[in-house]
C-alpha cells in the first residue's frame, strides 16, 4: 500500500507529556507534519513541544474533559491526523473480583472516553481533510482471544472497548476518506510500561498508522504493521 505524503498535514497527539507521545510527535514532525503535542498541563506541554524539531505546537488538554476538548477543537481548527494516545492506571495490582469500581471509572473516562470525545469533536475536520486518520494507540492487554483473565482489570477493559469503538467508527467514516485503526505499539519501555522495547520502536508501530496512503486498511488492530487478533 502507498504511504501518505504528509508534508503540511495537521497531526494531534495526546498524551505528549512524556514516553510514547513524545516520540510518536517527533517522528511525525520528522515526516513534516505540523503537531498540536497535547498535555494536561500547559506549561508541560510547551516545554515538551519546544524540545522538538519542526512545526510541533503545545496545546493544553484534558481528554476527560468535555470542556477542555471542545476548547482543543477550537484552538486547532484543520486537522489530518488524531493521534488517541492519552491513556492512565496500567492496574497491574488489581483483579476483576475485587477491583476498585471508582479507580476503573476514571481509567475508562481517559482510556475510552477521552479518544471517543475526541473523535466526535473532530469528525468534521478528518472528514474536510480528505484524508483523515484515526490512530487509537491500543494494548495487546485488550485481546480478548488472547488468553485475557482477571488482571489489570481497568486498563484491560479499557483498551478492548477502544478496539470495538474502532471497529464501530471505521464502519461509520468508510466512504469519507477516514482511516480507523486501532495499534499495539508492544511492551515498551515507557514509564508505565516499565520495560519492553526501546520507545522508538513502539512509537514507529504507530506512526505507521499515521502515514497510511489512502488505499490503506482501516478497522484493524495492528502492531508492527503486521494483524494482531481481536
Excluded at 500500500?1 to 514516553?19: H, N, S, Y
Excluded at 492512565?88 to 476503573?104: E, F, K, P, Q, S
Excluded at 485503526?181 to 506512526?207: K, L, Y
Amino acid at each position: 500500500m502507498a504511504t501518505t505524503g504528509m508534508g503540511g498535514r495537521i497531526a494531534l497527539v495526546t498524551g505528549g507529556a512524556r514516553g510514547l507521545g513524545v516520540e510518536i510527535a517527533r517522528q511525525l514532525a520528522a515526516e513534516g507534519m505540523v503537531v498540536w503535542l497535547s498535555a494536561r498541563s500547559a506549561d508541560r506541554a510547551a516545554a515538551v513541544a519546544g524540545g522538538i524539531d519542526g512545526d510541533v505546537r503545545a496545546l493544553e488538554l484534558d481528554v476527560a474533559s468535555e470542556v477542555s476538548v471542545a476548547a482543543a477543537a477550537r484552538a486547532v481548527g484543520a486537522l489530518d491526523v488524531l493521534v488517541n494516545n492519552a491513556a492512565i492506571d496500567y492496574d497491574t495490582d488489581a483483579r476483576a473480583l475485587t477491583a476498585d469500581l471508582t479507580r476503573v471509572r476514571r481509567a475508562l473516562d481517559t482510556n475510552l472516553f477521552g479518544a471517543w470525545a475526541l473523535c466526535e469533536a473532530f469528525a468534521p475536520q478528518l472528514r474536510a481533510s480528505g484524508h483523515g486518520r484515526i490512530v487509537n494507540v491500543s494494548s495487546a492487554s485488550g485481546q480478548i482471544t488472547t488468553g485475557m483473565d482477571g488482571g489489570t482489570p481497568g486498563y484491560s477493559l479499557s483498551k478492548l472497548s477502544l478496539n470495538g469503538l474502532t471497529r464501530m467508527l471505521a464502519a461509520e467514516l468508510a466512504g469519507d476518506g477516514v482511516l480507523v485503526n486501532a495499534v499495539c505499539p508492544g511492551w515498551t519501555a515507557t514509564q508505565m510500561g516499565g520495560g519492553g522495547r526501546p520507545v522508538p520502536e513502539g512509537a514507529a508501530s504507530v506512526v505507521w498508522a499515521c502515514l497510511l496512503g489512502d488505499d490503506g486498511p482501516s478497522g484493524g488492530f495492528f502492531r508492527d504493521g503486521a494483524p494482531l487478533a481481536w
